[in-house]
DNA sequence: CAGTGGTCTAGACCACTTA
DNA sequence: AAGTGGTCTAGACCACTGA
């Protein structure tokens, strides 16, 4: 599959397979809802069988990297709406259900990073940060305060495009318009009391128990790209987790 | 693979061949630990290609129903207390390094079940139910209260063992002692108010904001097998989830 | 209709474990 | 040395899609 490799790769070959098309996804050579090569196109670059590109493509498609259409092709995926709020939005009501969760902009400027900004981020002191703070709704009722912090480097106009609305979404406009594509994040969740500004936003008292949710996401290398913090009202709602 | 099958199957062979091997395991035909027949075996008693076997054993080891190692065989997966807690306890310290709680028995008797339990375990009217009460710590300081409630039905003696002590993890004694293998959990994560017998367990005031986690733990069969509600205090420890 | 991924097969060879 | 799972190949046929 490689001629004169420089180091010799003594893993299965449908390993190196597997990230040498995943590099290229990265890399931007096949861009979100972009069609791969066939199967056998693949396997004939490569100098494989069509089953070892198979095998790879599949892992591939386990990890949500791609995504494989019966008759179409193989595509790389992309975010959208739908597929971000199932992926990273947790919160359901009493019957379990997932709720959509309106946006609404309470502030959003370019500040220096903080302490806990610059070591979520990895960012080098005195780095730029977008802030954005929102307040988000369940049926009409306050249920969500959240900070979104990102760097400024990856989102150079992100708070310019503010005027015209951020959309209820961010993940797929990270994707679309600045090429950033989330592919993980790791949450940790603890209970605190309301600030008085907490209190404020969500019409409890101050001292009232909120989830509090902090989340940094990662890009496709695995690179830090938006530390989140969310307090939750949980008398309505609650944050659901499976474990398989 | 079936000579005269009741109703014919036209779904694919290896996802009957899986399901078909699902089955033995839940029925208890290979118990726990024990190795299956080899890829070839399996092939030739079920009329169908060594690679189709393979390829419903691979489905299964990646549901971790089944674990493959090379040049031993396939074995049925059997929890012990490192894979209890690796996949069911999620509490991580500022570090993110996983904490093992020591527990404490606070009391254990059998009751009639509460509407909450019922609904829960899905459970008849008036059927009875053996509670749980534990106090568990983190480093010798208390961290979490936690009630657990089975059916009496599925663990008879569960209450007498108590005498003996419980152990620190309950899922592997659920199944080498029960029979009862606890296959997936859902938990559903709150913001609550210490109460007053809270605030006492923990070491804080009532009305301390508690992380508390709802777990409904379900067997191979999907059906419920415990019920348990947990309450944390999340200064020193959070709960880890990773969206991937 | 041609092209795609999905299934199934048969066989070769490798890597690892146990005896 | 024998037996296991792991990799890789080649080829057949099926199911689905879109022109």
Redesign the interface.
């Known amino acids: 599959m490689d001629p004169m490799p420089q180091v010799p790769d003594y893993r299965p070959l449908y390993q190196q397979v597997r990230d040498l098309l995943r590099r290229r996804i990265v890399d931007g050579t096949w861009r979100p809802d972009e069609v791969l090569p066939s199967e056998g196109r693949l396997a004939a670059e490569l100098g494989v069988s069509q089953g070892t590109v198979r095998k790879a493509l599949d892992e591939m498609a386990?990890?949500?990297l791609v995504v494989r259409r019966q008759g179409r092709g193989t595509f790389v995926a992309a975010h959208s709406p739908d597929t971000t709020l199932f992926?990273?939005f947790?919160m359901?009501d009493r019957a379990g259900e997932r709720q959509v969760p309106e946006s609404e902009l309470l502030d959003c400027r370019r500040g220096i990073a903080g302490p806990a900004e610059t070591e979520a981020l990895q960012l080098m002191p005195g780095a730029m940060v977008l802030r954005i703070d929102r307040r988000r709704m369940i049926g009409g009722a306050p249920a969500i305060v959240e900070r979104i912090a990102v760097p400024q480097a990856l989102f150079p106009d992100l708070d310019v495009l503010e005027e015209d609305g951020l959309p209820n979404t961010l993940y797929d406009l990270y994707q679309k318009r600045y090429g950033v594509t989330v592919?993980?994040?790791?949450?940790?969740?603890?209970?605190?009391?309301a600030t008085a500004e907490d209190a404020d936003h969500l019409g409890v008292e101050p001292?009232?128990?909120?989830?509090?949710i902090?989340r940094i996401a990662r890009d496709l290398d695995d690179g830090p790209v938006e530390w989140r913090l969310s307090r939750?009202l949980?008398d309505r709602l609650?944050?659901?987790?499976?474990?398989?």
């Open positions: 386990a990890q949500k992926h990273f947790h359901v592919g993980r994040a790791t949450e940790r969740l603890r209970a605190v009391a001292g009232a128990p909120l989830l509090e902090e939750c949980t609650a944050y659901l987790s499976e474990l398989t």
